[in-house]
């Protein structure tokens, strides 16, 4: 799980936000809160997915951990292979896979200059994606995009990840 920053990871966090203090009445958590935080027992893993024993270990492991997405799910990060990092956003009320990343991220896009970060909150719908995409990725009208180091801005809503801004880096 990609968890653990370093600091020059969290330098590079903090200056990445800088583009948005002009979006910042609208890209901020508070905009995006929710009524309230799930506290209760975290259920079991539901998917009948056939999956490799990593990938359900991951799984069981992130459903343990805390909420930290809109009130009652779990997003979390594993390797994917290649230098890379795939998510999956869990239901801790139904222990559900309810939907995944749009893409897998490099861990050190463009030479190691871009490093993948996922930020987001317990009590917000808003989930904040910064780094290079692995594969194809969609514009905000649905257009195909260069591979390049991009921030985006996903609201989570109707267990689908909602993009509503993206910053080019």
Request: charged share 20%; with cysteine.
């Amino acid at each position: 799980m990609v968890n653990n920053f370093s600091v020059r990871n969290w330098f590079f966090i903090a200056f990445s936000l800088v583009p948005c203090a002009g979006y910042a009445s609208t890209l901020n958590f508070e905009n995006y809160k929710v009524s309230e935080i799930y506290s209760g027992e975290h259920y079991q893993l539901t998917s009948n997915e056939q999956s490799d024993e990593k990938w359900m270990t991951e799984r069981k492991n992130a459903m343990e951990g805390p909420v930290n997405l809109a009130g009652n799910y779990v997003v979390y990060t594993v390797g994917c292979g290649g230098g890379t990092v795939c998510g999956e956003i869990l239901n801790v009320k139904t222990g559900e896979v309810v939907g995944s990343l749009p893409n897998a991220y490099y861990i050190n896009g463009e030479g190691g200059t871009a490093p993948f970060a996922l930020i987001s909150k317990a009590d917000s719908r808003l989930l904040i994606v910064i780094g290079v995409a692995a594969d194809p990725e969609v514009g905000m009208s649905g257009e195909e995009v260069n591979q390049r180091n991009r921030q985006r801005y996903y609201e989570f809503a109707d267990n689908e990840l909602h993009l509503i801004k993206v910053f080019e880096k």
